[in-house]
Every structure is written in C-alpha cells, then in structure tokens.
C-alpha cells in the first residue's frame, strides 16, 4: 500500500480552469462534501480565472485555492504557467489525490504537476477519442497523454472504457460511470427557466441555436459556418439564429464580422447553464463544435448539426439525432435544411440505457475516489458500480 491510501482522510483536489470543466466537476464536488470519507478542495487554476468564480458560484461551489489569472501566450508557454501554478496550489491544499477533468490546458497541467508532486491523478471524462491523434488539436493530444499518468479513469461511455483498454490500460483502473455532465442537465430539466430570465429570441417559427469555439475551426473554419448560416436564413425565412458569442476575442470578432448585421439573428455574451439549457431544449435544431452539447442535445430531443471533421462522441451519431458535417458551407446547409425538415427525435430518458447515463456519475466517481484510498480498488479491484446504482 502507497502512503497515500494510509491516510485515514484524503484530501482530494478538484482543478477547473474552464467554464466545461466547472459544469463537469460539480457533481464530484458536492458528492465528495456529503460523504464522510474525504476532504474535498476546489482549485481555480487561473486559466479563465473570473469565468470559474462565476460558473462556481452559479452551481453553489466556491474555490478553496485559486491561482493568479494566467497571461495569454502560445500553448506551450500557457502550460508552462498552468503547471507551475497548479502544483503550487496542490502543495498548498496538502493535497493526497488531484482529479483533472476532459482535456484542456488544465487537466494537462493538472496530470503534470500531480506526477512532479508524487500524487496520484483521477481523470474524469477519460477515454474519449478520435479517429485521429491530432484532430482535434490539443484536445486530442491532451487527452491521450493524461490516460498515460492516470491511475483511475473514469470513462463516460463504453466506447470510451473500450478506447482506454485498447491502449493497454489495466481494467481494474477504469470504471464506467457516464458523463457528469448529465448530472447537471438532469437537475435543470427539472427547474427550467421562466422566460424574463431568458434573452431575446429571433423573430421565427423555428430557432438554431449556433456554438462555435473550437480552435480547429478558427480562421476560416469560423468563416466557413457563418457563411452556411447565412445561406441558410437566405432560403429559410421560417428560421432565426440565437448564437451566445464565445470570449476568445479570435472567435467573437470574427462570428460578429459575419453576422452581427442580419434581422434574424441574435448574438449574445455566454449563457449560463440552464437559460442555455432551456434554449436548447426549444430550438428545432443546434449547428456547434461543442462536445458537450452533443452530449446533452439528446436528452432533450434537439437534433445537432456537428460542425468538425471527426468527433469523439460517437454514440450521438448512433442514435441518429446528430450528423456530421465537414466544414463545407453547401454540406452544412444541406444537412441544416434536412434536420430542420426531419421528425424530431425522441429524448433520451435519464437510465441506464442512454449512452451518456443516467445524470448520477457524480455520485459514483466519489465513491471510488474514497475507495482508492481505502485501499479498495488497489487491494481488490471489484467490478465498476452500475449505472443503476
């Protein structure tokens, strides 16, 4: 047994540097602070430092330590920062365990700084791959090499548990729990927002809601969709567009550029999560390179156009209620009029049959973090918890 697992009460560091990764840490977090087994500490890693206070506060969380904002540069520069600053604080924290989530800057650094330190790592949303090592770029990349220096792995899907023992990963560390992200979607389904809280609507029978920020599509990918967009409200006056507007000035300059001037589309700044929620539930179709609406459009029954070459999210592809579109604008707006004209597709149910589970991933990632430091899953290794447990 490791020192680790000998401690009577572990310290187990949650690091959010993003927006994404505060919706998909959530649950973990308050799972972790009802159980009696651990001390759980949220750290803001200082990547979009005002961004993570906010989303925190939004969802009742608030982080125990959090680094200086990190100053823009070029990704190596950035994770350079990143991973000097997160190990500060883990030391800070007396951290046992650190749990980095997806795939940014963060939870690369995150993974770096936790084996400078010694400690062991948790990864949350493991397993996700493309078809390409590169694509997209570094998300792929990141993802790939955070599953080298985890010790648990939390996999969202099968698909996922199935790429991570492709890769040589022993069994008795993954463990199938489904997407976090579920979590916090099922809980808004239940708590809608009323209209005065939502923006603006478009002027239209028939509402997309586009999301762009992907760095594979800056530049002319961006230009690309907008053109499609704007082709499409050409041949369908039925349709308007609402588009909350990504911060990175690299995207938001440009997606105003193109569409700022038409009648029938609305920008906004970022939504939160449930007015977002509750506008993605009412639109008739989503354009977006997010991930992470690919995950959460199915459940409630909105069809997704994925604006990206490849997706690491298959399982939404199989279902049916996603297609994905090249960055071509005639290929975008042909497969925009088809899904706009197709039977909407049914919403998945939160159970253990959606591909993405059941919105109680949270809870069974907890479980596990404390058992590792019993000594549980290193002594034993027992079969992952259900997805009805």
């Known amino acids: 047994m490791g020192i680790f697992n000998q401690i009577r009460r572990p310290r187990i560091a949650l690091v959010a540097g993003t927006r994404p990764e505060c919706l998909k840490l959530a649950s973990v977090a308050k799972a972790l602070r009802q159980h009696d087994g651990a001390t759980s500490l949220l750290i803001n890693s200082g990547q979009h430092l005002a961004m993570v206070e906010r989303t ?4 009742g969380l608030a982080a125990d330590i959090a680094a200086p904002q990190c100053e823009s540069g070029s990704l190596s520069a950035t994770l350079r920062r990143l991973r000097g600053a997160i190990r500060t604080c883990l030391r800070e924290a007396a951290a046992t365990l650190a749990v980095a989530q997806g795939d940014t800057s963060t939870a690369y650094a995150t993974a770096l700084a936790a084996r400078d330190l010694g400690l062991p790592l948790a990864h949350v949303e493991a397993g996700l791959r493309t078809n ?13 090499r955070i599953a080298r220096l985890a010790d648990l792995h939390f996999a969202p899907t099968a698909s996922a548990e199935r790429n991570l023992r492709a890769e040589g990963i022993a069994p008795a560390r993954i463990f199938r729990v ?8 099922r809980e808004t389904v239940h708590n809608p927002c009323a209209d005065s809280e939502l923006p603006a609507l478009p002027v239209a029978p028939h ?3 586009l999301t762009l920020h992907r760095r594979e599509n800056y530049g002319r990918g961006l230009d690309v969709v907008c053109a499609a967009v704007l082709d499409l409200l050409a041949e369908r006056p039925d349709v308007g567009v609402l588009c909350p507007v990504h911060p990175n000035p690299a995207v938001g300059a440009r997606i105003r550029q193109h569409l700022s001037a038409h009648p029938r589309i609305v920008l906004t700044e970022p939504l939160d999560f449930r007015p977002f929620i509750s506008l993605l539930a009412r639109a008739t179709l989503a354009i977006t390179d997010s991930g992470g ?11 997704i ?24 604008a005639a290929g975008i707006a042909a497969a925009a009029r088809h899904l706009l004209d197709a039977p909407r597709p049914a919403a998945l149910a939160f159970d253990a049959s959606a591909p993405y589970g059941d919105g109680r991933a949270g809870m069974r990632i907890a479980q596990h973090l404390v058992a590792f430091h019993q000594g549980i899953v290193m ?4 079969a992952p918890l259900s997805l009805t447990a």
């Not at 489904?178 to 979607?185: A, K, R």
């Not at 609406?293 to 069809?303: F, K």
Request: aromatic share 4%.
């Open 56 to 59: 925190l506060a939004q969802h």
């Open 132 to 144: 390409h090592p590169l694509r997209p770029f570094p998300e792929e990349h990141f993802r790939r």
């Open 178 to 185: 489904g997407q976090t992200s579920i979590d916090l979607l």
């Open 207 to 209: 509402l997309v809601v």
């Open 293 to 303: 609406i690919q995950e959460e459009a199915p459940y409630l029954g909105t069809p």
């Open 305 to 328: 156009l994925i604006a990206r070459e490849n997706t690491e999210r298959p399982e939404s592809l199989a279902l049916g209620s996603a297609n994905l579109v090249a960055v071509d």
């Open 379 to 382: 002594d034993d290794a027992p």
